[in-house]
C-alpha cells in the first residue's frame, strides 16, 4: 500500500518513529497487509528479535510464498547459526521471487560457509545473471 511504502521511505531515511507509524496505519488499513508487517519486522529486529520473528511468522501463515518475509527470516536464521533453516528460507525465497539476485547471493553466503563451493558458484553465477538481466543500460 501506499502507506507502507511511506514507512519503507522513512525507515530508509532513519526516521524510525515515523516510519513504525506508517507501518501502523498501513495495518490499520489492512490487517493483511505483508508489507507493513515485513516492515515492522525491520524495525524491530535491532531491539526484540523475537517480536521480529512474530511479525515475519503473520505474514508467512499469510501468504507462504512472500519472499520478502522468507527472505528476511533466513537472513534471522543465518545470523543465528541455522544455516540449514537459513538456506531453506533462501530456497523458498528464491521460488516465490526468481528474478532477484539478493536472495541468490544470500543463499550462497550460507553455501560458502558451509563449504559447499560449488553450489554456492552456481548461485553467485545466477545472481550475476539476474544483475546482468536486468541492468538498465
Known amino acids: 500500500t501506499l502507506t507502507s511504502a511511506r514507512g519503507d521511505c522513512a525507515a530508509g531515511g ?9 507501518f501502523d496505519q ?7 497487509c505483508l508489507d507493513a508487517m515485513v516492515g515492522l519486522a525491520r524495525l524491530s529486529a535491532q531491539q526484540d528479535a523475537s517480536k521480529a520473528m512474530a511479525w515475519l511468522n503473520k505474514a508467512i501463515a499469510i501468504d507462504p510464498k512472500y519472499a520478502p518475509a522468507l527472505s528476511l527470516l533466513g537472513d534471522a536464521q543465518r545470523i543465528q547459526g541455522d544455516l540449514s533453516a537459513a538456506e531453506d ?4 525465497a528464491i521460488a516465490a521471487r526468481p528474478n532477484n539476485a539478493y536472495e541468490l547471493l544470500s543463499r550462497a553466503v550460507v553455501r560458502l560457509a558451509r563449504n559447499e563451493n560449488e553450489k554456492a558458484d552456481g548461485d553467485i553465477a545466477a545472481a550475476a545473471q539476474k544483475v546482468d538481466n536486468n541492468h538498465p543500460y
Request: net charge positive; charged share 35%; proline share 5%.
Open 14 to 22: 532513519r526516521a524510525w518513529q515515523t516510519a513504525r507509524e506508517r
Open 26 to 32: 498501513a495495518l490499520a488499513q489492512d490487517p493483511k
Open 89 to 92: 528460507y533462501y530456497t523458498k
